[in-house]
Antibody, heavy 119, light 109 residues
Framework: QVQLQESGPGLVKPSQTLSLTCTVS??????????WSWIRQHPGKGLEWIGY???????YYNPSLKSRVTISVDTSKNQFSLKLSSVTAADTAVYYC???????????WGQGTLVTVSS | EIVLTQSPGTLSLSPGERATLSCRAS???????LAWYQQKPGQAPRLLIY???SRATGIPDRFSGSGSGTDFTLTISRLEPEDFAVYYC??????????FGPGTKVDIK
């Protein structure tokens, strides 16, 4: 059973960089066959796709966030990470990591981590 | 950009009733890449339906999906108490590669 777990600071100051890591267990990122994704959900709102990465390092980003987002992968640690630069209060959200399964759906999710942007 | 619109915004029903949720796309979506998720408060979304009509692993058969082109439907044949939640549709394929609908909340009447 694949499991994902987000980790990182729950509070980030405006203009700084938000950094989160997703640790995958029960499956190897480097085995291929799946993309790995970040999705966020503003408080009380819907879901917004941020981007995804393949084990090779190929990435796809949401154009609305592309200028500020970097997703990277560390296959030795079976982790992938999100960096979002120049954050504002509008980036306050629950951030989820997820596996991209068949038909490009999100079939396994982490529990989510709330990141608040505030001074 | 494909925009997904879900209706109604809120559906108030009683256990045992049938729920019909709509997802409409601003442009045609490949049926292969239309999915539905269920989200309960404080939890991550759970994949219910992929490829417009295929149930994900472990999903009860009271959940069914249908549709093509720009109109898709999620049907819950008989609502169980645990089905009261928010439901999202999601498409893959057009820039941005992934978009979600705004959600339909199914609450207890």
């Amino acid at each position: 059973q694949v499991q994902l777990q987000e980790s990182g600071p729950g509070l980030v100051k405006p203009s700084q960089t938000l950094s989160l890591t997703c640790t995958v267990s029960g499956g190897s990122i480097s085995s291929g066959g799946y993309y790995w994704s970040w999705i966020r959900q503003h408080p009380g709102k819907g879901l917004e796709w941020i981007g995804y990465i393949y084990y090779s390092g190929s990435t796809y980003y949401n154009p609305s966030l592309k200028s500020r987002v970097t997703i990277s992968v560390d296959t030795s640690k079976n982790q992938f990470s999100l960096k979002l630069s120049s954050v504002t209060a509008a980036d306050t959200a629950v951030y989820y990591c997820a596996r991209v399964g068949r038909s490009r759906t999100f079939d396994y999710w982490g529990q989510g981590t709330l990141v608040t942007v505030s001074s | 950009e494909i925009v997904l619109t879900q209706s109604p915004g809120t559906l108030s029903l009683s256990p045992g009733e049938r729920a019909t949720l709509s997802c409409r796309a601003s442009q045609s979506v490949s049926s292969s890449y239309l999915a539905w998720y269920q989200q309960k408060p404080g939890q991550a979304p759970r994949l219910l339906i992929y490829g417009a009509s295929s149930r994900a692993t472990g999903i009860p058969d009271r959940f069914s999906g249908s549709g093509s082109g720009t109109d898709f439907t999620l049907t819950i044949s008989r609502l169980e108490p645990e089905d009261f939640a928010v439901y999202y549709c999601q498409q893959y394929g057009s820039s941005p590669l992934v978009t979600f609908g705004p959600g339909t909340k199914v609450d207890i009447k």
